[in-house]
């Protein structure tokens, strides 16, 4: 925790100057760590973004790639289905598309894995604000000390 920074500490105090500069040195460090808290989410967001931008760009290229070539694939290969095993044209059409509702899925489904999985550097931020959480609960706690 090199980066860390010092709040102040009114037990280290050589004399305190009452209640008022008690309660209002704690409303400052209380508004100094809201801040550091935000600027370490804002930091987490940033480098969870950059680290979900393959997933992300995977899943807008596999959406434009389902939208765009899935109707020319499933009719084309129905077509030739229905041709080569004798079959309705329908009954082609629907045996391939769900099989392309198979594929489809699936690559959606490792591509939430791997989105879902690049966010994980959150649990920095809120350990953090667990930390911070306990030193405002032991400052109030040991105030009346």
Known sequence: MAHQTILNDTHRRAKSNGLMDDVSSFGNDVASLAALQTKLAAADM???LHK???????LVILVLLLVAG???LIAGLALWLAEAQQLR???ALVVVGLGSLV???LGGWFCAR???SSFSTFRRSFEE???NVAWIRTTLTQSGR
């Open 70 to 72: 899935m109707t020319v």
């Open 52 to 58: 979900a931008a393959p997933a992300i760009g995977g």
């Open 103 to 105: 594929v489809a899925a």
């Open 129 to 131: 604000l667990e930390r």
């Open 114 to 116: 791997w989105l879902g």
């Open 46 to 48: 940033r480098e969870s």
């Open 89 to 91: 044209p329908a009954v």
